[in-house]
């Protein structure tokens, strides 16, 4: 047998540089790049490794390691799950750090692979420097932490174990049904240590993404619970992008007129334009599809986990309605109670088409879906042009802390409602841009309002709705889209917890536009709060007053952040706006810019839409002096009586 001595750290990248994917016929390097963030626990060995063995694969430096994770976990979502980036960090702070981010890739079902450096195997130098020790277990480091958040771990306590763990590693990163972040810890000295490893180890291997074929039983049984479905909805669900299998859906639910509805990662898969499209589904999506999908008798979900905002804390659909759901994993198609599916979703509904086709299939459906959409295009008129008024005027979500509008007016200057200027962006920025939101109350208005006539140019990561992915994401967007035009959707809150990889886009010349919503709030947080019964506390960007105790209700003047000057120091070219005219020239200003932007928008606090025939639980307390708050465990109750258990 023939072998080669490499470190730990070099045999781990000239494994990376022979890894590819087939998909459909199709071949693909599978690592693209790395992200690293430099600190002593992997700047010695690992960075020997990428001196003496890199190749093809790409470098960049991050500036904070949850960020750098949230670019590798975006250009992987953006690439369809088919190329990857690999990030790194050092130990303990470094490594803590991509905790969040690896949680939001395996809660997404979106391939990352993370190289953590970790403590010393041997001991010698314990406690090294930023280690964390457990009397009870002198094994265990920050990195442990990761365990519960991947769908695969491991530490290389052994040169030659980095063999095995690989394979691992790229079986999980490659696995359609359940990848999602990948942790291979590595030790310091372990990272500098050597071993004779088989040269075969490094021959180019080929990962094949297969498409999970469907079985014959599976086909009848879902036939069988369709044929009785006389008002049917499906969901387009992100599986539906994944499997690139869109195409197949539009036909089949056009050859069976069935309208659809969207998840937050479904969304964009089909054209909004189409006339069965009813756009997004659930907490947050419109009244056109949320109304079908009360009165459906059957869904048919496609690449959908079923979140609580897909299924309105399962109340959207009743207990008498029956599921279909076309999974390629085993866990997410028993769902609902359904007639599982588990197969790719472009397989599985060609035979299930067919099958369909042979027993004549139709339902009974009239002028419902046509009715619903027309309905919901002149509703997003309304919300495009929603104008203030003044004190009379309602927001969308008229609650208990209206005053907080004019109190923000009075700070800010500005009168524009949310919705009107999401409507304006949709408008205004190029078709075939890609745009892209993680938390707060956008994502709720994006999932109703935005409009892609472009397939794959929405990008929403919710299934962790992580704040301050946003910013990061735009960059992974940019690196896997090149050349497109990449807005970032952010909300002030999203945007003061993390916008580090802005400096790496004006570093790497790869242009991002910020398009950033200040409504001096966490504004759809507030929104919970005060619609469960609770006054506001902690939940508005206002000066405390002067005197008054420290009681999180902050009601001083609100607090004025000028993000564009923020963004102008890093190198970006930025606008400020708070009036329609300011926002149409910042648009297409940012549109001939060479280098990233940032648009800082001051919005009101309590424009965005809201309602729509959904329902969320929250944890409404049992017991409470507030009359509001014993209203609202009352609507609770009703609503779980209404709802689905399971």
């Not at 963030?37 to 093809?56: F, R, S």
């Not at 929603?386 to 009379?392: A, L, S, V």
Request: glycine residues 8%; hydrophobic residues 40%.
């Amino acid at each position: 047998m023939s072998t080669v001595r490499l470190t730990a750290s070099q045999a781990l990248i000239r494994f990376l540089e022979n890894q590819y994917v087939n998909f459909d016929g199709e071949e693909t390097k599978f690592v693209k790049g790395m992200f690293l963030l430099p600190g002593h626990g992997n700047v010695i060995g690992l960075d020997n490794g990428i001196d003496e063995e890199i190749k093809d694969i790409e470098l960049f430096q991050g500036k904070n390691e949850q960020g750098q994770a949230h670019v590798a976990m975006a250009f992987a979502k953006q690439k369809h799950r088919k190329q990857i980036l690999a990030v790194s960090s050092s130990v303990g702070p470094g490594a803590c750090n991509m905790i969040t981010s690896a949680a939001t890739a395996t809660a997404n079902n979106i391939p990352v692979l993370y190289i953590p450096g970790d403590i010393y195997v041997s001991r010698q130098p314990d406690p090294v420097l930023q280690q964390m020790e457990q009397p009870y277990d002198l094994s265990i480091s920050t990195n442990d932490a990761f365990r519960a958040v991947c769908r695969y771990w491991d530490r290389i306590q052994r040169p030659e174990q980095l063999m095995t763990a690989m394979i691992s590693a790229m079986r999980v990163l490659t696995d359609p049904a359940d990848t999602g972040a990948v942790c291979i810890c590595m030790p310091q000295d372990v990272q500098g240590e050597a071993y004779d490893y088989p040269e075969y180890f490094f021959q180019k291997r080929v990962w094949r993404i297969e498409r999970r074929p469907v079985a014959d039983y599976s086909v009848q049984e879902a036939c069988d619970a369709i044929m009785e479905g006389k008002k049917p909805i499906m969901i387009c669900g992100g599986g539906v992008r994944y499997s690139e299998a869109a195409d197949v859906f539009l036909k089949f639910a056009h050859e069976f007129n069935i309208p659809f509805g969207e998840t937050q990662a479904g969304k964009s898969a089909i054209e909004w334009t189409d006339e069965l499209n009813m756009g997004g589904i659930g907490i947050t999506g419109t009244g056109a599809a949320n109304e079908l999908a009360h009165k459906a008798d059957l869904v048919i979900g496609v690449g959908t986990r079923y979140t609580d905002f897909t299924t309105a804390s399962k109340w959207l659909y009743t207990k008498a309605q029956k599921f279909v759901n076309i999974n390629v994993s085993e866990f997410q198609a028993f769902k609902m109670d359904a007639v599982p599916v588990i197969a790719d979703a472009k397989v599985a509904l060609e035979a299930i088409a067919a099958e369909l086709r042979k027993r004549g299939y139709k339902n009974e459906y009239t002028s419902e879906i046509k009715d619903a959409k027309d309905a919901w295009v002149k509703e997003l008129d309304r919300l495009d042009n929603i104008e203030y008024t003044g004190k009379d005027f309602e927001p969308e979500v008229n609650d208990e802390n209206r005053e907080c509008i004019e109190h923000f007016i009075e700070a800010n200057e500005s009168c524009l409602a949310q919705t009107t200027v999401l409507g304006a962006v949709n408008r205004l920025i190029a078709d075939d841009s890609i745009v892209i939101s993680a938390a707060g109350s956008l994502p709720g208005d994006m999932q109703r309002m935005w409009r892609p006539s472009v397939r794959n140019t929405y990008h929403m990561e919710y299934g962790y709705s992580c704040m301050g992915y946003e910013v990061s994401g735009a960059l992974g967007i940019k690196y896997a889209c090149p050349d497109k035009e990449v807005y970032a959707m952010v909300g002030d809150g999203s945007f003061n917890m993390l916008h580090s990889e802005l400096i790496t886009s004006i570093q790497e010349g790869m242009k991002i536009n910020v398009v950033l919503f200040d409504n001096a709030a966490y504004g759809c947080i507030n929104n919970v709060e005060v619609l469960q019964g609770n006054l506001t506390r902690f939940t508005e960007m206002n000066m405390r007053a002067e005197g008054a105790p420290h009681d999180g209700m902050h009601k001083g003047k609100a607090f004025t952040i000028d993000f564009a000057g923020i963004a102008s120091a890093y190198g970006c070219d930025v606008w400020r706006v708070k009036t329609m005219e300011e926002l149409e020239a910042a648009i297409e200003a940012s549109k001939k810019s060479k280098v990233s932007t940032l648009i800082d928008i001051k919005v009101l606090p309590k424009t965005m839409s809201e309602g729509y025939q959904a329902w969320w639980r929250t944890g409404v307390p049992e017991i409470a002096k507030r009359e509001q708050v014993k209203a609202a465990r009352k609507d609770l109750d009703q609503k779980l009586s209404e709802g689905r258990q399971y």
